[in-house]
């Protein structure tokens, strides 16, 4: 089992930068895909990347393309998502999650089994 910290959240203005973490603990770090996902007010959860074991692979929703970027150190049991141009709609909480690792790298947050508390990212307009 592997618990997650996620920490970076913020209110940012629209076009603005945030950088989110997510500390690992418990199991070997390298042994999970992780992922990133994000919930609004009122809305189903979302996938918004997602990274393989290795780093080698990753994932984006269309909507976030070309704005943020995932990593992650293994080293360092963290994974990452850079968010760039952020826009109002971006506002939501965003959660951490992992899951063993595959052969194929999984978008959907249905198929996270390890899951974080979340932080709150606000973007303002």
Same mark, same amino acid.
């Given at each position: 089992?592997?618990?997650? =910290?996620?920490?970076? !959240?913020?209110?940012? *203005? $629209?076009? +603005?930068?945030? @950088?989110? /973490?997510? &500390?690992?603990?418990?199991?070997?770090?390298? =042994?999970?895909?992780? !992922?990133?996902?994000? *919930? $609004?007010? +009122?809305?189903? @959860?979302? /996938?918004? &990347?997602?990274?393989?074991?290795?780093?080698?692979?990753?994932?984006?929703?269309?909507?976030?393309?070309?704005?943020?970027?995932?990593?992650?150190?293994? &080293?360092?049991?963290?994974?990452?998502?850079?968010?760039?141009?952020?826009?109002?709609?971006?506002?939501?909480?965003?959660?951490?999650?992992?899951?063993?690792?595959?052969?194929?790298?999984?978008l959907p947050w249905s198929q996270y089994t390890y899951w974080g508390q979340g932080t709150q990212v606000a973007v303002s307009s």
């Open positions: 089992q592997v618990q997650l =910290a996620e920490s970076g !959240g913020g209110l940012v *203005q $629209a076009g +603005g930068s945030l @950088r989110l /973490s997510c &500390a690992a603990s418990g199991r070997t770090f390298s =042994a999970y895909d992780m !992922g990133w996902f994000r *919930q $609004a007010p +009122g809305k189903e @959860r979302e /996938s918004v &990347a997602v990274i393989s074991w290795s780093g080698s692979s990753t994932l984006y929703a269309d909507s976030v393309k070309e704005r943020f970027t995932i990593s992650r150190d293994n &080293a360092k049991n963290t994974v990452f998502l850079q968010m760039n141009s952020l826009k109002p709609e971006d506002t939501a909480v965003y959660y951490c999650a992992a899951t063993v690792r595959n052969k194929v790298l999984a």
